[in-house]
């Protein structure tokens, strides 16, 4: 097993890309070839106890390999949903607790604004008045996501181009901030980087867009096996909003509601699987990471990761 060289900081090596395009897998090859270093999630969606199998949660097994963190740690009925700032304060907290026994970690997701706070830090936001929030809320409540998705669209396109477009509360933050300041959302975000106690190198995993099709395909026939639609219905009898916004959840409420044939809402699932990763891959492309592999040249990563590291080539 190979092992970090001493530095002046601790590493942490993230893992990017779009969903179904192995990045658990390599994440936890890299783990076990490098001593078993713990892997830490960034991804929006793998928080929860209750969603586990439709956002391909990593399994137990692999969780007892190596240490795994901030992975279906909590429930969704604790409380609202994890935001950026509280991945940000939890995760940076929890940093700091593993290098003390570990000279890196992995990180991987692709919930690419939760990866950018980790590692350089949230934007200076500006409150907003409570009649703005409830004012921005009722929109959606009465003209849906669509409506957010065009309002931001035209108010901020740059924003609009990175933003999760299914995520309703990131599309709202956006026109909450512009209808109070009359400033486009993305005018806020972080100029400078923020101070880490930790460098970085930031990866990206890659598959050609016939053969990510293809896996989308694949693993939405495994989640099936696994008990996908069971664990839809108690999840979509929550509280939360959380799984009438995730993909592979929320096509299968109208099913649970009478409206549509179960075969209609699996379809729409590897859809709309197949239009996130295109979004993901547009985003971690224009923000994302310094170099991409493909899933089967791992060792090539291995390698180059190993020179970086030796070498000092890395984030700050």
Known sequence: MARFRVADRPLVVVIGGPTASG??????????QWGGIPIVNADSRQFYREMTIGTAVPSPYARRLVPHYLFAHRSMEEGPPITVKDYEREALSLLQ??????????????????????LHGLDEIPDVP????????????????????????????????????????????????????????????????????????YVGIYRP??????????????????????????????????????????????????????TQARALMERHTWQYARRQMTWFKK????????????????????????SGEHGQ
Do not use: C, M
């Open 23 to 32: 990045k658990s897998r390599t994440a936890l090859w890299l783990a076990r």
């Open 97 to 118: 607790r593993l290098f003390a026994e570990h000279p890196a970690v992995i990180v991987v997701g692709g919930s690419g604004f939760f990866i950018s706070a980790l």
């Open 130 to 201: 409570d009649a703005v929030r409830e004012h921005v809320q009722s929109l959606f409540q009465q003209q849906g996501l669509t409506f957010l998705q065009e309002e931001v669209s035209r108010l901020d396109p740059d924003y609009y181009a990175r933003v999760d477009r299914q995520n309703p509360r990131r599309l709202q933050r956006a026109l909450e901030v512009i209808y109070h300041t009359g400033k486009p959302f993305s005018s806020f975000h972080r100029r400078t980087p923020a101070k880490r106690f930790f460098r970085h190198v």
């Open 209 to 262: 867009p016939q053969q990510l099709r293809k896996r989308i395909h694949e693993r939405l026939i495994t989640f099936w096996k696994r008990g996908l639609v069971e664990e839809a219905r108690k999840a979509l009898l929550a509280s939360s909003p959380l799984p009438r916004t995730t993909i592979t959840y929320q096509e299968l409420a109208p099913f649970f509601e009478g409206k549509i044939p179960l």
């Open 287 to 310: 923000y994302g990471p310094s170099r991409w592999f493909q899933p089967a040249e791992k060792e090539a990563l291995f390698r180059w990761l190993r020179e970086a590291e030796s």
